[in-house]
């Protein structure tokens, strides 16, 4: 016997899970640079980057899915995207309210989405901000060959309702190569 369940929303019956769809979407025609994201250890000094789009949640619900074209990387080591809520500038904050790792290939172009099921959802509220955050899981020894980002468009189209940042070695969150977009899908279970 197959069992449904349903959620009464607004005094309507609606099937649960509710479905995923995409709710914010960003991919330019056109490549033209790309950021990495990396931890790296030289002489034992850890240095660090991340790589976050803000984003303006357009739906309430579940954001439990993440795609994003992703610079090809020989390593092994997993890229960890992170959901968090976002300060009243617009930069992201510390803490994750959602994540989620990859460890396969990179896009095979600019224009194909890798899908980065989160496996910890993060709730969205519409209208409200948040940053999609990229980082490297663990630290590995200086090779710049060893690439891990995340394609970004730098002068336009943009999309309006975030920015690309980047949180240098060992200063805040800035700009990388002025203003630029991160190529993003969010996949939200609307309530």
């Not at 943009?158 to 977009?181: E, N, T, V």
């Amino acid at each position: 016997m197959l069992l449904l369940a349903a959620a009464m929303v607004g005094g309507a019956c609606v099937p649960w899970p509710p479905a995923q769809v995409i709710d914010q979407s960003f991919l330019a025609e056109q490549q033209t640079f790309s950021q990495r994201a990396q931890e790296t250890t030289c002489d034992t000094v850890v240095t660090r980057l991340e790589v976050a789009q803000t984003f303006t949640a357009g739906r309430t619900g579940w954001l439990d899915q993440v795609s994003l074209v992703a610079v090809p990387y020989p390593s092994a080591a997993a890229l960890l995207v992170e959901v968090r809520a976002t300060d009243g500038g617009g930069l992201p904050l510390d803490a994750a309210i959602g994540q989620g790792s990859y460890t396969g290939p990179g896009s095979p172009d600019t224009s194909t989405f890798v899908e980065l099921p989160l496996t910890e959802p993060a709730f969205v509220l519409a209208g409200v901000r948040y940053a999609l955050v990229l980082r490297t899981a663990s630290s590995e020894t200086c090779d710049e060959t060893d690439v891990r980002g995340w394609n970004f468009f730098g002068s336009g189209p943009d999309y309006d309702g975030g920015a690309a940042y980047q949180q240098g070695y060992i200063g805040p969150w800035g700009m990388p190569l002025g203003p630029a977009d991160l190529f993003f899908r969010t996949w939200v279970r609307a309530l």
